[in-house]
Each structure stands twice: as structure tokens, then as C-alpha cells.
């Protein structure tokens, strides 16, 4: 079964934005293999995916049931182990956020694994009708896919927008955001973060510059490639408990300007190559 462990794997993050998850997805997902022992006459992998499915789905519900304190961000994870770029960036976990267990499974499928309707039907127990109508209402909830842009751009821009900061260049903080340009930031409830999604470019410059000047200084910092993506890291010695010792930020790039700016804290989702 280890040759369909990477599909699994990979659609089961995209479902969740959870690689924890995503493990113990495909682990159930290989025990129920075992215990129920699927007709040796079918090909093994869409029963699997199937299964994968239903257990990612489940899991998606429960975890929008919990309560959580502030906004929500997906775990990032080494390119490696993605088997492809589409569908993996953090602006699109996000945005697929908006989007149904089910309607998150059928655009999947169809927009980013290549599944044809029918194959799609089969994995999700629905009717081919369904599926069309499912994919069409998915594609107008997430509208525009956000944009995908080279490492090289991503870190260009975003080099600049945190020179401004650090230099206290508001009016060229300001030009490198879109008017409506969003920060979330993700302490997990262990962290101090704003507990709800910063929206405007003023807004978020204000923000990001009394954080400047009352944060402590970070010791180490670097750029680094998480979702085949850059991100932005930094550690510090911080000078009280709430504040965090380590944090890593995702840009989200429209155009030449930023339009999202993802802050992650929160200690369980971190990287541990960092």
C-alpha cells in the first residue's frame, strides 16, 4: 500500500492544511485497509482514496465545530513533500476555508488531482449531476484563484515591505500593500495575536510599526521555502511569556503589491527545520 501513500497524504494536507492530520489520516485510512480488507478484485487506490476522504471530511467538520481562539492558519510544510504546487499555497488553503467538506473535495479532485466527474462521483458517493453543480458552486465561492508567483518575486517584495517597517518608511510600507490587504495572525491561544483578521492598508502598516517599536528585536531572521513558497522567519528573546520566541510569515502576492499577510505562532503548527 506504501505506492498510494503520497496521493493520500497529499490530498488529505490539501482537505485539512493540517500535516499532523494528514498522518493520521493516512494511517486509519491503511488500518481500515487491514481490518476490512477491500474486494481483491478492485483496484486498491479509489477505495483508499475514498476512505482517505470520508475521514478527511469528517475531521474538517469537527474541527470547524471547535471553538478557536483567533484566526486560523494551515500547518506549512517542506516542499518535498508536496507532489505538486497546485492547491498547496497558503493563500489557497485559506481561501479553501470558505468551502464545504464536500465542495473542498469535490474541487480538489476535480481542479487539482485531475479527477474526471465520474471518478470524482465514485470517490465522494455522489451523482455525476451533483458533482457539476458542487465544482460550480466551489469555483464561485473561491472566485480568482490567488495568484502563484516565483520564490525569487515573493521574496523581492516582501524584502522590501519589511526594510519599510524597519526603517519606519510608512508611505512605502504603504505602497506595497493593496487597499484591501488582510493580516491574520495564529497563536494557537498560547500567544498574544490579534483575535481578529486585520483588513486595510493603514490598518495593517499602523499595526506592523507599533509592533516595530514595542516588540522585542529578533535575534536570528532568514527567508525560507515552506508550500513552495517564500516565507519570512524570525526568533527573539522575549521579554514577557505571552509574546512569542519564534513566528513565521507568508505573503500573499497580487500584482506587485501584497495583498495578504499571514503571521503564524502558534508553537504545534511551526516548522521543526527552523
Known amino acids: 500500500m506504501n505506492e498510494h ?38 483496484p486498491l487506490r479509489p477505495w483508499l482514496v475514498k476512505v482517505s ?13 471547535r471553538p478557536y481562539p483567533g484566526p486560523w492558519l494551515p500547518q506549512p510544510v517542506a516542499d518535498e513533500l508536496l507532489d505538486r504546487q497546485e492547491g498547496a499555497s497558503y493563500a489557497i488553503l485559506l481561501a479553501m476555508e470558505r468551502l464545504t467538506p464536500t465542495q473542498r473535495a469535490v474541487w480538489l479532485l476535480r481542479e487539482v488531482f485531475d ?6 462521483a465514485e470517490s465522494l458517493t455522489m451523482s455525476a449531476s451533483n458533482v457539476k453543480v458542487t465544482l460550480h458552486r466551489s469555483r464561485r465561492t473561491l472566485g480568482e484563484r490567488p495568484e502563484t508567483h516565483s520564490a525569487a ?4 517584495i516582501l524584502s522590501q515591505f519589511l526594510g519599510c517597517v524597519a526603517t519606519g518608511d510608512v508611505a512605502g510600507a504603504l505602497a506595497l500593500l493593496t487597499e484591501d490587504v488582510v493580516m491574520l495572525n495564529d497563536g494557537g491561544g498560547r500567544y498574544a495575536a490579534a483575535g481578529i483578521p486585520l483588513r486595510g492598508a493603514e490598518r495593517v ?9 514595542r516588540g522585542t528585536p529578533a535575534t536570528t531572521l532568514g527567508f525560507a521555502r515552506f508550500n513552495h513558497e517564500i516565507a519570512f522567519w ?3 528573546e522575549p521579554r514577557v511569556s505571552r509574546e512569542a520566541p519564534f513566528y513565521l510569515l507568508f505573503p ?12 503564524l505562532l502558534a508553537p504545534g503548527k511551526l516548522p521543526d527545520v527552523l
Open 234 to 236: 524570525a526568533r527573539r
Open 53 to 65: 476522504l470520508n475521514l478527511s471530511r469528517d475531521r474538517l467538520r469537527a474541527r470547524r465545530r
Open 5 to 42: 501513500r503520497s496521493l493520500l497524504w497529499n490530498l488529505s494536507y490539501r482537505m485539512l492544511g493540517s500535516a499532523d492530520e494528514a498522518d493520521e489520516v493516512v494511517q486509519e485510512t491503511f488500518l481500515r485497509a487491514l481490518e476490512q480488507q477491500p474486494d481483491a478484485g478492485r
Open 252 to 263: 500573499e502576492i497580487r500584482g506587485e503589491k501584497i495583498a495578504g499577510i499571514y503571521v
Open 205 to 213: 502598516v499602523q499595526t506592523l510599526f507599533n509592533l516595530q517599536k
Open 153 to 156: 518575486k515573493g521574496m523581492e
Open 115 to 120: 479527477y474526471s466527474v465520474e471518478e470524482t
